[in-house]
């Protein structure tokens, strides 16, 4: 029900392969509209202090958002696919079972905002379903949290740190800490007739699937 905005450099070609069409981002650089073909964003946090706002950036990105390190990610060799990075661990603190492991190996991951949730490994989603109580839904693939769950949740307010590298072992890697609110939606329709309470994590039935979301990128 949302449409999609690309933000890609790569031309599309609609019926001619020798006549591209300039993507938007080369549009307005070519224009002078912007100074450069990077860009900025932030999913926003709603939980946090009073509420903060989504935040789109382009030919830049907004300052108050970065958080400055030394660390750089390549991109990925496709280039439909190219925000690639190595998730190399998860760790959650506070949970049902105390501290735990998350990630049973360290895997590549496309970074997409198109995507809500996490998609994860099913090995790793099952020790999110011991560690967080949450019971996986068949009927829409999503994973749904009991009211008696929830309530303990918000009690023990967990944290889940990402290391993330250029790979999906060793070299270089930095964290990234998402609090438990990041985590505690509500689907509403058209995938459920009422607002119920979901936690963001998909299974992902092979290795094209490994997505970080919007989920992830409420904090990054």
């Given at each position: 029900m949302?449409?999609?905005?690309?933000?890609?450099?790569?031309?599309?070609?609609?019926?001619?392969?020798?006549?591209?069409?300039?993507?938007?981002?080369?549009?307005?650089?070519n224009q002078s509209l912007i100074p450069?073909?990077?860009?900025?964003?932030?999913?926003?946090?709603?939980?946090?202090?009073?509420?903060?706002?989504?935040?789109?950036?382009?030919?830049?990105?907004?300052?108050?958002?970065?958080?400055?390190?030394?660390?750089?990610?390549?991109?990925?060799?496709?280039?439909?696919?190219?925000?690639?990075?190595?998730?190399?661990?998860?760790?959650?603190?506070?949970?049902?079972?105390?501290?735990?492991?998350?990630?049973p190996k360290g895997i590549l991951s496309l970074v997409d905002s198109t995507v809500p949730e996490i998609w994860l490994p099913v090995e790793a989603c099952t020790m999110f379903e011991t560690s967080f109580g949450i019971v996986h839904d068949p009927h829409?693939?999503?994973?749904?949290?009991?009211?008696?769950?929830?309530?303990?949740?918000?009690?023990?307010q967990p944290t889940l740190t990402f290391q993330l590298g250029n790979a999906a072992y060793g070299g270089e890697s930095i964290n990234i800490v998402l609090p438990y609110s990041a985590f505690d939606l509500q689907a509403n329709y058209p995938i459920y007739p009422n607002a119920?309470?979901?936690?963001?994590?998909r299974r992902a039935a092979n290795d094209s699937q490994y997505v970080i979301g919007r989920t992830f990128l409420q904090e990054s």
């Open positions: 949302l449409g999609v905005f690309g933000l890609g450099q790569k031309p599309t070609n609609f019926s001619d392969y020798n006549d591209p069409q300039s993507s938007y981002m080369w549009s307005l650089k450069s073909l990077s860009f900025g964003y932030s999913a926003g946090a709603p939980y946090r202090n009073k509420g903060v706002l989504g935040s789109l950036t382009l030919g830049g990105y907004d300052a108050a958002k970065f958080e400055p390190n030394n660390f750089t990610f390549t991109f990925g060799p496709d280039t439909s696919a190219s925000l690639l990075v190595g998730l190399q661990s998860i760790q959650a603190d506070n949970t049902l079972n105390g501290v735990v492991s998350l990630l829409t693939d999503r994973y749904l949290v009991n009211d008696t769950i929830h309530s303990q949740l918000q009690n023990l119920t309470n979901y936690f963001p994590l």
